[in-house]
């Protein structure tokens, strides 16, 4: 996601966008067109579009990741978001207690190497004596990321270092928002922790509260030191730390890659902020963390290399990984300079595809996965053609890693649609590759407008899939209280999420991926406000074929449509209709009312005698909608002739 975008994807959405506005205030709904779209299903006619063609687009934007995806409740868990200088803000961490009671600071004393960033907390008021504690101790809090989600009777694990030359008699409990309900509680208490000491405690709620805090408190005296606190929901996706029910958003829509992890949080506006691979595996405790400069947030790298090859895994989608090929938005590396980040990039390859006993595979290995990664597709950089070092660069890596990875597939960020690369790829991006993908001029927050406009661009999309091999929407998730880019596909907080019409639109073509695209010709309206394609596609759980007729209607006119099929050679047995509409062009989807703008399952259509007629009419388009039909293919039935007007219908 770049602020510069692909111009040509974005151009022509925008286009679409004010093709719809000037239709729905220039007209109103008119009297019904007639429209043909004429389909030929004769085997010689259709073309196997990739299988790879619709895909997802991740990037830590948005707090997607960190406060999204990634199921840690506790932000800035290692204290290291203030930087490597102390005293440092510990933000958002809270103080309860003032000056009188506690004071907390933050030194560099940690024993994890990477992140020495320690939380340093001194209890001056003590249980007994003239200065007596307030009620529960002072010590710390943390809200999460605009509040925790703690869930009745769910159990949440929490972890933490801690080292004091005191014994410690600590509260820990989950509270909401203003610490007086308690959700879960417990004490921790040890005679000895002079060194370094990992504590892990299992908590059960008792009350459910979205916007719930992680309290850390004492009423003794002394010095305590905590370092990497964690909270994680034990029921995470396959125990892999994927928050469930936005997980479950993506698998739901069948996607055949996904892109990871930027993006410009790939580049970093200087490369010291870029993001750093190997920074990002092992145990949680050791990964530093880094800032992202370019969307302004922190992340402790939960959600690493390791966790995007598993997600890619967990979802059944092929992983794109997007490196740092030396360039960010304000420095570079020179190309005589550029070998180091290219045997940093041959190390991350053997990290996700080499053998476990391999110097980075072990690693993978010890972290639970010791067969490899099925990583088919690297791109070097993001968007990246016109920086002054990336034709050299990207040479540097293309032959390094075709010469260790030959069936490896390189995507350039050049564009070679206009003319011929002057390098070699695999694919380009954008137009072989189109990463990024989105209406966002008037697109509110995500509105049916948008859906429109990209719906019309997918199907434009499936007719050129002989030369587009892969397409994907960007952003794809945004949380409702970091609002970096406007529209996203989805939108969620602690607790609730819903898809925009961007995201439902793609529910529509999730089908496409391996089907067949069909010849189709729509008959041109008055106001050509009608685009369609027309696929067969097989369903995976009844195993029958369907023919699926996708058209766009972006008029303020109802349309009606008559399908004239040529070449069957199977029966159509029935059909069904899927629409995706609204009362108003700008209508938006909501936690208030999560589907209004979403697919609806119309009426089963009495498609005849099909066969042997090659028609179904008054197929109703209504105004500003997407309407998708599936029709069963069965084989053709023998029929009997008895009469000799049964012999002539079926000449």
Same mark, same amino acid.
């Given at each position: 996601m770049d602020s510069s975008r692909s111009l040509s994807c974005i151009l022509l959405l925008v286009l679409f966008g004010i093709f719809i506005q000037h239709q729905y205030s220039a007209s109103g709904i008119g009297a019904y067109q007639t429209v043909l779209l004429s389909v030929n299903m004769s085997e010689a006619s259709g073309r196997k579009i990739p299988n790879t063609l619709f895909g997802i687009f991740f990037e830590e934007i948005n707090h997607a990741g960190a406060g999204g995806l990634w199921a840690e409740l506790v932000s800035n868990r290692g204290f290291e978001s203030g930087g490597s200088f102390t005293p440092s803000i510990i933000a958002p961490w809270v103080i309860i207690?003032?000056?009188?009671?506690?004071?907390?600071?933050?030194?560099?004393?940690?024993?994890?190497?990477? =992140?020495?960033?320690?939380?340093?907390?001194?209890?001056?008021?003590?249980?007994?004596?003239?200065?007596?504690?307030p009620g529960g101790g002072v010590g710390v809090y943390n809200p999460g990321f605009w509040g925790m989600n703690i869930e009745q009777g769910k159990r949440y694990k929490l972890a933490f270092y801690v080292r004091s030359e005191e014994p410690i008699n600590l509260s820990v409990a989950l509270t909401g928002s203003n610490g007086l309900k308690k959700l879960a509680t417990?004490?921790?208490?040890?005679?000895?922790?002079?060194?370094?000491?990992?504590?892990?405690?299992?908590?059960?709620?008792?009350?459910?509260?979205? =916007?719930?805090?992680?309290?850390?408190?004492?009423?003794?005296?002394?010095?305590?030191?905590?370092?990497?606190?964690?909270?994680?929901?034990?029921?995470?996706? =396959?125990?892999?730390?994927?928050?469930k029910d936005l997980f479950g958003m993506l698998k739901d829509l069948k996607p055949a890659f996904i892109r990871f992890p930027g993006g410009c949080f790939v580049e970093g506006d200087y490369l010291k902020n870029a993001f750093r691979w190997k920074e990002t595996i092992g145990p949680w405790e050791d990964r530093p963390g880094h800032y992202g400069d370019v969307w302004k947030y922190w992340t402790d790298d939960g959600l690493g290399l390791f966790d995007f090859l598993q997600l890619s895994e967990d979802l059944?989608?092929?992983?794109?990984?997007?490196?740092?090929?030396?360039?960010?938005? =304000?420095?570079?590396?020179?190309?005589?300079?550029?070998?180091?980040?290219?045997?940093?990039?041959?190390?991350?390859?053997?990290?996700?595809?080499g053998a476990p006993n391999s110097r980075w595979g072990s690693i993978r290995a010890e972290m639970g996965h010791p067969e490899p990664f099925d990583l088919r597709y690297v791109a070097i950089g993001n968007e990246d053609c016109y920086k002054p070092h990336y034709p050299g660069n990207y040479l540097k890596f293309y032959s390094a890693i075709k010469e260790a990875y030959p069936d490896i597939k390189i995507i350039s960020n050049c564009d070679g649609s206009s003319k011929a690369l002057d390098h070699p790829a695999d694919l380009y991006d954008f137009h072989a590759f189109i990463s990024e993908y989105a209406v966002h001029e008037d697109a509110g927050k995500g509105n049916l407008l948008a859906a429109l406009g990209e719906a019309g661009f997918l199907i434009g999309v499936e007719k050129n899939s002989d030369v587009?091999?892969?397409?994907?929407?960007?952003?794809?998730?945004?949380?409702?209280?970091?609002?970096?880019?406007?529209?996203?596909?989805?939108?969620?907080?602690?607790?609730?999420?819903?898809?925009?019409?961007?995201?439902?639109?793609?529910?529509?073509?999730?089908?496409?991926n391996g089907a067949t695209l069909l010849s189709s010709t729509l008959q041109a309206n008055s106001s050509n406000s009608l685009i369609g394609s027309a696929i067969i596609w097989r369903n995976e759980t009844d195993n029958n074929e369907y023919l699926r007729i996708k058209v766009v209607n972006f008029g303020s006119s109802i349309e009606t449509l008559t399908i004239a099929i040529s070449g069957l050679e199977k029966e159509i047995a029935g059909a069904t209709t899927t629409i995706l509409t609204s009362t108003n062009v700008m209508d938006e989807n909501s936690f208030a009312d999560p589907k209004k703008i979403s697919p609806v399952i119309g009426e089963i259509i009495d498609v005849g005698d099909l066969p042997y007629s090659g028609e179904i009419k008054d197929i109703v388009l209504l105004p500003y909608s997407i309407s998708s039909l599936d029709l069963l293919q069965k084989p053709l039935s023998i029929r009997t002739v008895t009469t000799a007007s049964d012999l002539e219908s079926s000449f």
């Amino acid at each position: 996601m770049d602020s510069s975008r692909s111009l040509s994807c974005i151009l022509l959405l925008v286009l679409f966008g004010i093709f719809i506005q000037h239709q729905y205030s220039a007209s109103g709904i008119g009297a019904y067109q007639t429209v043909l779209l004429s389909v030929n299903m004769s085997e010689a006619s259709g073309r196997k579009i990739p299988n790879t063609l619709f895909g997802i687009f991740f990037e830590e934007i948005n707090h997607a990741g960190a406060g999204g995806l990634w199921a840690e409740l506790v932000s800035n868990r290692g204290f290291e978001s203030g930087g490597s200088f102390t005293p440092s803000i510990i933000a958002p961490w809270v103080i309860i207690g003032d000056d009188s009671s506690v004071l907390v600071s933050t030194d560099l004393s940690s024993c994890f190497d990477r =992140n020495k960033v320690a939380l340093q907390i001194q209890v001056i008021c003590d249980i007994e004596g003239a200065n007596i504690c307030p009620g529960g101790g002072v010590g710390v809090y943390n809200p999460g990321f605009w509040g925790m989600n703690i869930e009745q009777g769910k159990r949440y694990k929490l972890a933490f270092y801690v080292r004091s030359e005191e014994p410690i008699n600590l509260s820990v409990a989950l509270t909401g928002s203003n610490g007086l309900k308690k959700l879960a509680t417990t004490t921790v208490v040890a005679a000895n922790v002079s060194s370094w000491t990992k504590v892990l405690v299992l908590l059960e709620a008792e009350g459910t509260d979205p =916007n719930s805090r992680l309290e850390l408190r004492s009423t003794t005296k002394g010095v305590i030191w905590f370092d990497q606190v964690s909270l994680m929901p034990l029921d995470t996706y =396959n125990g892999h730390g994927f928050r469930k029910d936005l997980f479950g958003m993506l698998k739901d829509l069948k996607p055949a890659f996904i892109r990871f992890p930027g993006g410009c949080f790939v580049e970093g506006d200087y490369l010291k902020n870029a993001f750093r691979w190997k920074e990002t595996i092992g145990p949680w405790e050791d990964r530093p963390g880094h800032y992202g400069d370019v969307w302004k947030y922190w992340t402790d790298d939960g959600l690493g290399l390791f966790d995007f090859l598993q997600l890619s895994e967990d979802l059944g989608a092929l992983p794109v990984w997007v490196f740092n090929n030396g360039i960010s938005h =304000n420095d570079q590396v020179d190309t005589s300079s550029i070998l180091p980040f290219v045997q940093d990039i041959l190390d991350g390859l053997e990290f996700a595809r080499g053998a476990p006993n391999s110097r980075w595979g072990s690693i993978r290995a010890e972290m639970g996965h010791p067969e490899p990664f099925d990583l088919r597709y690297v791109a070097i950089g993001n968007e990246d053609c016109y920086k002054p070092h990336y034709p050299g660069n990207y040479l540097k890596f293309y032959s390094a890693i075709k010469e260790a990875y030959p069936d490896i597939k390189i995507i350039s960020n050049c564009d070679g649609s206009s003319k011929a690369l002057d390098h070699p790829a695999d694919l380009y991006d954008f137009h072989a590759f189109i990463s990024e993908y989105a209406v966002h001029e008037d697109a509110g927050k995500g509105n049916l407008l948008a859906a429109l406009g990209e719906a019309g661009f997918l199907i434009g999309v499936e007719k050129n899939s002989d030369v587009i091999e892969m397409a994907s929407y960007a952003p794809l998730f945004v949380n409702n209280n970091d609002w970096m880019w406007k529209a996203d596909a989805i939108v969620f907080d602690s607790s609730q999420v819903y898809g925009t019409p961007s995201y439902w639109m793609q529910h529509l073509f999730k089908e496409s991926n391996g089907a067949t695209l069909l010849s189709s010709t729509l008959q041109a309206n008055s106001s050509n406000s009608l685009i369609g394609s027309a696929i067969i596609w097989r369903n995976e759980t009844d195993n029958n074929e369907y023919l699926r007729i996708k058209v766009v209607n972006f008029g303020s006119s109802i349309e009606t449509l008559t399908i004239a099929i040529s070449g069957l050679e199977k029966e159509i047995a029935g059909a069904t209709t899927t629409i995706l509409t609204s009362t108003n062009v700008m209508d938006e989807n909501s936690f208030a009312d999560p589907k209004k703008i979403s697919p609806v399952i119309g009426e089963i259509i009495d498609v005849g005698d099909l066969p042997y007629s090659g028609e179904i009419k008054d197929i109703v388009l209504l105004p500003y909608s997407i309407s998708s039909l599936d029709l069963l293919q069965k084989p053709l039935s023998i029929r009997t002739v008895t009469t000799a007007s049964d012999l002539e219908s079926s000449f």
